[in-house]
């Protein structure tokens, strides 16, 4: 038995509950979860904008401690610190085969006859993005994990495990800022705070902000931003231009995951320049974007996860905070226990946080 915060309906509370987890086979590994990150993809569920068929934990952005490992797992060990990632990969379809881990097509699950992870009276449980964070312990897949120093705290950690990986790799792995270039990011929550450190590290020289909270924008200068831009004051489109010549950037990042947000981000590009929508669009929303304009060469694309090989990126986004380029304690606005959990959603409805991180004894 474990506890967990349930998703039972959408537009319900979470509610806090005894649910079983079950025992590690093959490469699984169980971990006991240190820290997790609340993030607006869980929001996205709870409010309906995106289907979610059963009972289930939430919470994807984590990391813990190995409990104990399946017998076929060679990576991590009992006592390991690890970060879990959304991007578990089998390690053998095309996508895996030519080096794109996180477009797998084969993700690992158990079979039938293995039984669920999770169940409650004998029901099963989904986990969601096979994590489910927003509980005590988490059953993983040993793709879907990497170790990481003892000494590393956990929040920073878990922040890594998906909003720090999807927002600075959109700004290096999916966009490809180049040095001297400019840049704007729509949403300062915490995967825009990680794409704008994402064109920092990439030497980007010019940074706008764009969001309707000042002290956001306060955070995302404090984080790289040269420059903020309201969107409650007036078409942040405009405002853009005004601050680049008239031209428009040459990367634009939509890091909410609004229809309005990715159609103005491509509006923000100048001749030759990229859009790249990182936010989840509700399902059943089109971006629509003037055809004539592609004779500009301008383009628009999605980034998934930042387009990771996470066990890779990970410690290297854990090295670039050592070395003070990547800040992530100004990114962990609150903490809190699990109990509080719909609280935090609350808050991250208001934009009162960069992000909340659930922390566990």
Partial sequence: MTKAAVFNAVQEPLTIEEIDIAQPVDREVLVRTAASGVCHSDLHFIEGLYPMPNRAILGHEAAGVVEAVGPNVTEVAPGDHVIACLSVYCGQCDYCLTGRTHLCSNRPARTAEQGPRLSQDGNMLTQFASIGSYAEQMLLHENGVVK????????????????????????????????????????????????????????????????????????????????????????????????????????????????????????????????????????????????????????????????????????????????????LDEMVTKTRPLEEINEAFADMKSGSVARTVLMFD
């Fill in 148 to 327: 990481i120093d003892k000494d590393f705290p956990f929040a920073q950690a878990a922040l890594i495990g998906c909003g720090v990986t999807t927002g600075v790799g959109a700004a290096l792995k999916t966009a490809k800022v180049t040095p001297g270039s400019t840049v704007a990011v729509f949403g300062a929550g915490g995967v825009g705070l990680s794409a704008i450190q994402g064109a920092r590290i990439a030497g980007a020289r010019k940074i706008i902000a764009v969001d309707m909270v000042e002290h956001k924008l306060q955070t995302a200068r404090e984080l790289g931003a040269t420059d903020g831009v309201d969107a409650s004051l007036g078409d942040p489109v405009d405002q853009i231009r005004e601050l680049t010549d008239g031209q428009g950037v040459d990367f634009a990042f939509e890091a909410i995951g609004l229809k309005v947000a990715a159609e103005q981000a491509w509006q923000a590009i100048r001749a030759g320049g990229t859009a790249t929508v990182i936010g989840m669009i509700p399902i059943g929303q089109n971006v629509e974007i003037p055809g004539n304009e592609f004779l500009r060469e301008k383009k628009i694309q999605g980034s998934s996860m930042g387009s990771n090989s996470f066990k890779v990126d990970m410690p290297q986004y854990i090295e670039f905070y050592r070395q003070g380029r990547l800040k």
